[in-house]
């Protein structure tokens, strides 16, 4: 059965910084393109961005919105994604869902950036 | 980037009758060199994440009921639910995974 497990999220002030965990099994995740997607409260979905599997160099590419401010990384060696996210703003604020492809996603972990 | 475009932003359906959703992308999501459209379809529930219903634009998930249906090629795409059940109150997404991701801005089916 695939699993992705979201964690770290959790409430942190406006220019804070927060790392975000993506645990991943039943699937070939060395091999994986894996993604961030963010979704505000009552808003659509919005991709963050994505790593390439080692093949391709762990290549990442992010939306323009958070592009120097969020890190994607990966440990193949624990099946884990992770996102980094510095210089938070109050926008940022969103459930946080990591996804290996369009038929897996997380549950998804909650960001809020307030003071 | 592509922008997917959905219409209408809502829908009211009566149960049983047919709703349809359209999704329109800003570029040409069809790759040539193996004839697939990179357009999948998804339900949401609240609190819920996304569920794939429909991938390479006409292709049903495993275990997602023939109700569901997907169409269309290269910009133009559609959603079909035929015979609207009460547990399709929803919003639906369109999404493109053609260069990057993108999806459409998400329409909203309700029991007339």
């Known amino acids: 059965e695939v699993q992705l497990v979201e964690s770290g999220g959790g409430l942190v002030q406006p220019g804070g910084s927060l790392k975000l965990s993506c645990a991943a099994s039943g699937f070939a995740f060395s091999g994986s393109t894996m993604h961030w997607v963010r979704q505000a409260a009552g808003k659509g979905l919005e991709w963050v961005g994505r790593?390439?599997?080692?093949?391709?160099?762990?290549?990442?590419a992010y939306a323009a919105s958070v592009k120097g401010r969020f890190t994607i990384s990966r440990d193949d060696s624990k099946n884990t994604a992770y996102l980094e996210l510095n210089s938070l703003r109050s926008e940022d604020t969103a459930v946080y869902y990591c996804?290996?492809?369009?038929?897996?996603w997380g549950q998804g972990t909650l960001v809020t950036v307030s003071s | 980037d592509i922008v997917m475009t959905q219409s209408p932003d809502s829908l009211a359906v009566s149960l049983g009758e047919r709703a349809i959703i359209n999704c329109k992308s800003s570029q040409n999501i069809l790759y040539s060199s193996n004839n697939k459209n990179y357009l999948a379809w998804y339900q949401q529930k609240p609190g819920q994440p996304p569920k794939l219903l429909i991938y390479?634009?006409?292709t049903r998930e495993s275990g997602i009921p023939d109700r569901f249906s997907g169409s269309g090629s290269g910009t133009d795409f559609t959603l079909t639910i035929s015979g609207l059940q009460a547990e399709d109150v929803a919003v639906y997404y369109c999404h493109q995974f053609y260069t990057s991701w993108t999806f459409g801005q998400g329409t909203r089916v309700e029991i007339k």
């Open positions: 390479w634009a006409s």
């Open positions: 996804s290996g492809g369009p038929d897996y």
């Open positions: 790593i390439r599997n080692k093949t391709n160099n762990y290549a990442t």
